[in-house]
């Protein structure tokens, strides 16, 4: 070897977190029906979590587009008794809410992340909330709910505007004292985005990540992923796209992603993961 070589070990990039949808729901898009039973549910969060999921997403309202609302209320009695039971179980729980009063109840049972698709904006006090909690909160692109969330995807310039409006709700946490350091962001993939936006977020991950936050990424079984299949293509079908883009999210450097197939996703990330190390080596 020349002497004058020198071998430089880059550092393997860890990989990102899985997270595990659990829709305990009748109507998500993709799953809805499936776990409504409490220990339907319960069963499916722990297959999950022993199929690779870092943590399980409960959630008891669906944000399909076109959805229709329920009350808190309603909402607690489908998620609660899950969240309770499966962090009893030492499997680590996030709470997939809008409702301020739904979080600060399911951090009670044992959930440690909040993650709320509308960023904070769908409820005056759960930034107030989260400001007295403890744990991280996923702070996501949202322009408004789901039955008009598709005529508000207009953007001068997607990529720019998604990482202001971020920005923007970012700021509004500190300010009400949220630490800097429980913050994860999400570009909102689907959430008043087009098809042709979401691919232009996906492809800038580096503009966002240049605001200094973790990042999740939640494409899993989307529309826009459809659009690549034929049209009789179920949702599970959109599950090898979704790993793909799990990789991809890996390599350039997510906190996390958020997918209903924990299976294809691990295997995707082992590969990404053998990939990387020997890489560093």
């Known amino acids: 070897m020349n002497s004058d070589m020198v071998l430089v070990r880059k550092a393997a990039r860890p990989r990102p977190r899985i ?17 409504n039973s409490v ?6 969060g722990a297959l999950l979590h022993s199929q690779g999921a870092d943590l399980i997403d409960v959630g008891g309202e669906s944000t399909r587009p076109g959805a229709v609302r329920i009350s ?9 008794p899950v ?23 399911a951090v009670d049972a044992g959930a440690s992340i909040v993650n709320d698709v509308s960023g904070g904006l769908a409820d005056d006090e759960m930034y107030r909330t989260i400001a007295a909690l403890e744990g991280d909160y996923i ?4 322009r408004g709910h789901s039955e008009n969330m ?21 700021a509004e946490l500190i300010v009400w004292g949220v630490d800097e350091r429980r913050i994860v962001i999400d570009p909102g993939l689907g959430f008043a985005k087009t098809g042709n936006d979401n691919w232009k977020l ?30 009789e293509a179920s949702a599970a079908d959109r599950d090898p796209a979704t790993a793909v883009i799990s990789a ?22 082992d590969v990404w993961t053998e990939w990387e190390r020997g890489r560093a080596e």
Request: proline share 4%; net charge negative; charged share 25%.
């Open 139 to 142: 702070v996501s692109h949202w």
């Open 248 to 269: 991809l999210a890996a390599q350039a450097g997510v906190w996390g992603v958020r997918v209903h197939d924990v299976e294809s996703t691990r295997a995707a990330l």
């Open 150 to 170: 598709d005529d508000l995807a207009t953007y001068n310039e997607v990529v720019g505007d998604v990482r202001t409006e971020i920005q923007r709700r970012v």
């Open 39 to 44: 220990n339907d549910a319960i069963a499916h």
């Open 19 to 35: 997270m595990g949808i659990l829709n305990v729901t009748p109507d998500s898009f993709s799953d809805g029906g499936r776990w």
């Open 72 to 80: 808190p209320e309603e909402e607690q009695d489908r998620v609660l």
């Open 202 to 231: 996906l492809g800038n991950l580096d503009r966002l990540a240049s605001l200094g936050y973790p990042i999740l990424i939640g494409a899993s079984r989307k529309r826009f992923l459809g659009e690549l299949l034929p049209p």
């Open 83 to 105: 969240v309770r039971e499966l962090s009893e179980r030492g499997i680590r729980v996030s709470i997939d809410t809008l409702n301020s009063s739904t979080a600060r109840a």
